[in-house]
């Protein structure tokens, strides 16, 4: 599978807990986002990469989300000290030409 | 910021009717409107999207139409099949500002009858 690829996809943690997911985009495509989604509703942005730089980051990113794509090639988001509002659908996607924006699968996250 | 509204939010037609879904935004700036479906459990997929220099784009089944001056865009399903059963966000983008997020619409749930 070529696709944009994500680990794990389900993860079931207690509150307080800390997380972290993968995303691994499309090889040729050297832009990356982030987005959450939760029931009901649409993603909505988190932040997004070019290369290894990180150039946005949307205020729903507070300083407990922490993104990084070291090498320009998979990135992880982490979040510490999960809170049960943080229970979403959270989904990577890859892109080379700014538009074109192709999903992952997604990592549900639920926090007891 | 962008913002974007979509509506209806439920759809239900019969197998072989037309299906359309509206959603209006907020930015003039924004010139890239893309359509997803996702399916329960699934990755929204890209089906089909529009550039702020065209007003119309068909691919077989699926249409969609942009109104810049409205700031509002369309997409029509015709021929409908149960496989078009999902919900389907729109949504919009202004890359000229710097930003590359998709601001999405909240999604329309589209039941198609057999």
């Known amino acids: 599978d070529t696709g944009v690829s994500q680990n794990p996809r389900h993860k079931i943690t207690k509150r307080g807990q800390n997380v972290t997911f993968r995303c691994d985009p499309i090889?040729?495509?050297?832009?990356l986002y982030w987005y959450r989604q939760t029931l009901g509703q649409g993603p909505e942005f988190l932040t997004y990469?070019?290369?290894?730089?990180?150039?946005?980051k949307s205020r729903l990113l507070s300083d407990r989300f922490s993104a990084e794509r070291p090498k320009g090639s998979f990135s992880t988001l982490e979040i510490q000290r999960t809170e049960q509002g943080d229970s979403a659908m959270y989904l990577c996607?890859?892109?080379?030409?700014?538009?074109?924006?192709?999903f992952g699968p997604g990592t549900r996250l639920l926090v007891l | 910021g962008e913002n974007v509204e979509q509506h209806p939010s439920t759809l239900s037609v019969q197998e072989g009717d037309s299906a359309v879904i509206k959603c209006t935004y907020s930015?003039?700036?924004?010139?890239?409107f893309p359509w997803y479906k996702q399916e329960l459990g699934k990755r929204p997929q890209l089906i089909i999207d529009?550039?702020?220099?065209?007003g119309e784009k068909k691919d077989q089944r699926i249409a969609v139409t942009l109104n810049k001056t409205a700031k509002h865009f369309s997409l029509h399903i015709t021929e409908t099949q149960p496989e078009d059963s999902a919900v389907y966000f729109c949504?919009?983008?202004?890359?000229?500002?710097?930003?590359?997020?998709?601001?999405f619409g909240k999604g329309t749930k589209l039941t198609v009858n057999p």
């Open positions: 996607a890859s892109s080379f030409d700014k538009e074109t924006q192709y």
């Open positions: 090889s040729e495509h050297n832009r």
């Open positions: 990469f070019q290369n290894e730089a990180q150039l946005e």
């Open positions: 930015d003039s700036a924004s010139n890239y």
């Open positions: 529009i550039r702020s220099n065209v």
């Open positions: 949504a919009a983008l202004r890359p000229q500002g710097g930003s590359e997020k998709l601001v």
